[in-house]
């Protein structure tokens, strides 16, 4: 719990995101694409990786990426993050838009704090190397 000016800040664990968002499945292409930002990452030297405690939520990663949720872990930084891929609403001619919220903590104590909203899964995996960035690995 962060305390700041008077206000108390409380996090949200994932049990209560899963109640709360109205999520929507990631697709096939976009879970190769985080396999392929993770490959990409490594190779300049960063380490970002599925999160363990994923296992816990389902049998595998791939399963947990079907419930809309996925947790990476960024051990260089000290931080998790939590995107889940959530429902919008319709689009002028009726399609179904997506937006991909992100929360940021820590998945072992179960404490996450809301962070930005994007369009796509690929800026929000772009906005990783902007946190490393600015905490001066990248």
Same mark, same amino acid.
């Given at each position: ?8 800040? !409380? ?44 296992? !816990?939520?389902? *049998?595998?990663?791939? !399963? ?21 891929? !959530?429902?919008?609403?319709? *689009? ?6 997506? =937006? =991909? ?38």
């Amino acid at each position: 719990m962060n305390s700041q000016k008077g206000i108390v800040l !409380e996090g949200f664990g994932i049990q209560t995101i899963r109640t709360t968002t109205r999520r929507l499945p990631f697709k096939q292409r976009e879970v190769a694409s985080v396999l392929a930002f993770i490959e990409a990452s490594g190779r300049r030297g960063l380490i970002i990786d599925y999160h363990p405690r994923m296992s !816990e939520l389902g *049998s595998s990663w791939a !399963e947990v990426a079907a419930d809309g949720l996925l947790i990476l872990s960024c051990p260089q930084i000290q931080q998790d993050v939590l995107f889940v891929q !959530e429902q919008a609403g319709r *689009s002028l001619f009726g399609w179904r838009r997506r =937006v =991909v919220r992100s929360y940021l903590g820590n998945a072992m104590t179960d404490d996450f704090s809301p962070g930005p909203t994007f369009l796509s899964l690929t800026a929000a995996l772009l906005s990783i190397k902007n946190i490393y960035r600015a905490r001066g690995v990248l």
